[in-house]
């Protein structure tokens, strides 16, 4: 199973995907914004198989976490979830940083789906490009 880090402002939000996660038997380390998921990034050395990030965030945002992950961790898989369809549109210039963004609301099963599918990608920088 996977090592995820999830980064969500909203301790609602985050307390309930980490769960449906963890029943899937992820390990998942939570981030209660960009600056604080960034450091654990770091703290753990990218040992991550993937961070799924809000975008709207306060201080910084999942967009900025997403840039600097990826400097820092090139093949780190991301995954972006927002609830803006401007955010949305934000993130269509990440198309070499992350593999997917999520509108919300989205279902449990979902999110499940879509981490099931990124992490059975090959291992590789040139695998994250895949944006719909």
């Known amino acids: 199973m996977a090592y995820i880090l999830l980064v969500d402002d909203e301790d609602s939000i985050r307390e309930l995907f980490r769960q449906a996660l963890e029943l899937d038997g992820h390990t998942v380390e939570t981030g209660i914004d960009g600056n604080d998921g960034l450091d654990i990034l770091h703290s753990r050395e990218g040992a991550f198989d993937l961070m799924l990030s809000d975008i709207f965030m306060p201080g910084m945002d999942g967009i900025a976490l997403a840039h600097e992950a990826k400097r820092a961790f090139p093949e780190l898989r991301i995954v972006l979830m927002t609830g803006?369809?401007?955010?949305?549109?934000?993130a269509k210039e990440l198309e070499e940083v992350v593999?997917?963004?999520?509108?919300?609301?989205?279902?449990?099963?979902?999110?499940?789906?879509?981490?099931?599918?990124?992490?059975n990608l090959p291992a590789?920088?040139?695998?994250?490009a895949i944006l719909p």
Not at 103 to 117: A, D, H, N, Q, Y
Not at 124 to 128: G, K
């Open 84 to 90: 803006f369809a401007g955010q949305r549109e934000r």
């Open 99 to 119: 593999i997917d963004v999520l509108s919300k609301p989205f279902s449990i099963g979902v999110l499940r789906e879509t981490v099931r599918r990124v992490v």
């Open 124 to 128: 590789t920088p040139a695998s994250a």
